[in-house]
């Protein structure tokens, strides 16, 4: 099975870049960000920035665009198949980017896998991909770079709770500070990729 022909243009993806960028710049001169807990989500958004920078380097691509747990079957073979190709559009985000998405939601959150077990689920995750796209898609050391972005696009989305002072304790933030700290404890073998 193959990408099929994309039918959408990224041009509301650049748009929305774009306005995530001013949203970040504006975030990060904001007082309320400089200290206490929150202060590491400074961290998290100057990264951001620094990694949508290099993102227009990139040329269009091919991306399937609805990775999730519903679109990812494995059989009892431990083979890897990709379901809805419905949402498949054109893409300034590389390619590695539409699996980061998977990696972070479904591998690297998931506490009941030892690192072996999401090291296997991963790189059968990445040779399916890699399968269907008919090439390696660049991905080698740059899965940490899209989770980092990915975390990063998180923040912002999620800026508007950040504001209340009863934030840290939300579900949600914890729940990122959470995927944060995986990310660091799983970087050397992510790079690995």
């Given at each position: 099975?193959?990408?099929?022909?994309?039918?959408?243009?990224?041009?509301?993806?650049?748009?929305?870049?774009?306005?995530?960028?001013?949203?970040?710049?504006?975030?990060?001169?904001?007082?309320?960000?400089?200290?206490?807990?929150?202060?590491?989500?400074?961290?998290?958004?100057?990264?951001?920035?620094?990694?949508?920078?290099l993102?227009?380097?990139?040329?269009?691509?091919?991306?399937?665009?609805d990775?999730?747990?519903g679109?990812?079957?494995?059989?009892?073979?431990?083979?890897?198949?990709?379901?809805?190709?419905?949402?498949?559009?054109?893409?300034?985000?590389?390619?590695?980017?539409?699996?980061?998405?998977?990696?972070?939601?479904?591998?690297?959150?998931?506490?009941d896998?030892?690192?072996?077990?999401k090291?296997?689920?991963?790189?059968?995750?990445?040779?399916a991909?890699?399968?269907?796209?008919?090439?390696?898609?660049?991905?080698?050391?740059?899965?940490p770079?899209?989770?980092?972005?990915?975390?990063?696009?998180?923040?912002?989305?999620?800026?508007?709770?950040?504001?209340?002072?009863?934030?840290?304790?939300?579900?949600?933030?914890?729940k990122?500070?959470?995927?944060?700290?995986?990310?660091?404890?799983?970087?050397?073998?992510?790079?690995?990729?």
């Amino acid at each position: 099975m193959s990408f099929p022909e994309a039918h959408k243009i990224a041009r509301s993806q650049r748009g929305m870049r774009t306005r995530m960028r001013r949203k970040a710049r504006a975030l990060l001169i904001d007082k309320c960000w400089a200290t206490g807990e929150l202060s590491q989500v400074r961290t998290h958004l100057l990264k951001w920035l620094e990694i949508d920078a290099l993102l227009d380097k990139h040329k269009r691509q091919v991306i399937h665009n609805d990775l999730n747990a519903g679109n990812v079957l494995q059989d009892t073979n431990g083979n890897v198949w990709f379901l809805d190709f419905e949402e498949a559009r054109w893409s300034y985000l590389p390619t590695y980017f539409d699996i980061a998405k998977v990696i972070e939601r479904f591998i690297l959150v998931n506490e009941d896998w030892d690192v072996q077990v999401k090291i296997t689920a991963t790189q059968r995750l990445l040779d399916a991909y890699n399968v269907v796209r008919g090439d390696n898609g660049g991905m080698e050391g740059n899965i940490p770079v899209a989770l980092g972005w990915l975390l990063g696009f998180s923040w912002l989305r999620m800026s508007g709770l950040l504001f209340d002072h009863e934030a840290i304790q939300h579900p949600e933030v914890r729940k990122f500070f959470r995927i944060s700290e995986l990310l660091q404890e799983h970087r050397s073998w992510l790079a690995t990729l």
